[in-house]
């Protein structure tokens, strides 16, 4: 509830007898509350409508609508009021049934102590103060819920997008490998600690390693030749292709271009063809006979 005096605490005092409405309030602007006054409980509606009252402090006995009535009637129009009731012992059995409904929220007698009164009141402030508090740290924590909620939807939409995705490249990595091992021509990932790291099948026939070549170094599969042209620097995006001989294997043409650049990697491929004009050759002059 909004304050509306320096400590934030605003008393209504409702009773039809002006001089005890006059002492009442001698007593309790000591304590700091701002202070509203009310003959009737209609004249206290008005004033609720108009002000946000913490405490509210009624006589029983007024004309035209008793005590009880007004704070049943305040109950339902603005519960984070406080309710007390303070009125003389003989009309304790009309406000029994309003205190069992909840309607009051504690019973004061007349003629009242100063002190014990200034008290209830001071207790009847920091139970409505802390009710406010609750209620407010309730709003927070659900708003907080409904924020871990949206976070924990996104978070689950980026997972199953994330899950998509991965699901995507690695069926495109399947079909990727496929294609390496059914090419008809050698290919090598190499890295550029020498360490080879893709050896598709015609590489691995090329230089007869039947048990593959992922994982060992060039010096150990590699002719000297294919080390030399792995070794040198002018590697480029667009290699021209080099021709070499390499004893029982044949002639190759072999293609190596640096990899990797755009995901800061380190790397080379390396590309041989075995003997494409003696394959040409043959294949032509077996057409022409």
């Not at 060992?216 to 021209?240: C, G, N, T, W, Y």
């Amino acid at each position: 509830m909004n304050s509306e005096s320096p400590m934030g605490r605003t008393l209504l005092l409702v009773d039809d007898e002006e001089n005890i409405l006059r002492a009442l309030v001698r007593l309790l602007r000591r304590d700091g509350y701002k202070i509203l006054t009310a003959d009737s409980g209609k004249a206290g509606l008005d004033i609720l409508r108009e002000h946000d009252v913490g405490v509210l402090l009624s006589d029983q006995r007024m004309p035209g609508m008793s005590g009880s009535e007004f704070l049943a009637e305040v109950r339902k129009l603005y519960p984070e009021t406080v309710r007390m009731v303070l009125s003389g012992y003989t009309d304790l059995s009309s406000v029994t049934n309003a205190i069992n409904h909840g309607s009051i929220y504690r019973f004061l007698s007349k003629p009242w102590e100063d002190d014990l009164l200034r008290e209830n009141i001071k207790d009847a402030f920091q139970h409505q103060e802390l009710a406010s508090e609750n209620v407010r740290l309730a709003a927070e924590l659900k708003h907080a819920n409904e924020l871990l909620e949206g976070k924990n939807r996104e978070l689950l939409r980026d997972v199953e997008e994330q899950m998509e995705t991965l699901q995507i490249n690695l069926r495109a990595l399947d079909v990727t490998q496929e294609i390496l091992e059914k090419l008809p021509v050698a290919v090598m990932g190499i890295g550029d600690d020498g360490t080879i790291a893709v050896a598709n099948v015609k590489a691995n026939q090329l230089l007869s390693r039947p048990s593959g070549m992922v994982g060992q170094s060039v010096s150990d599969v590699m002719p000297a030749e294919l080390i030399k042209l792995f070794a040198r620097d002018e590697r480029v995006d667009h290699p021209v292709p080099t021709h070499l001989q390499l004893g029982e294997m044949g002639s190759v043409s072999a293609y190596c271009c640096r990899i990797g650049e755009a995901s800061d990697g380190r790397g080379s491929i390396l590309v041989l063809i075995e003997n494409p004009k003696a394959q040409l050759h043959s294949v032509g002059g077996s057409i022409g006979r």
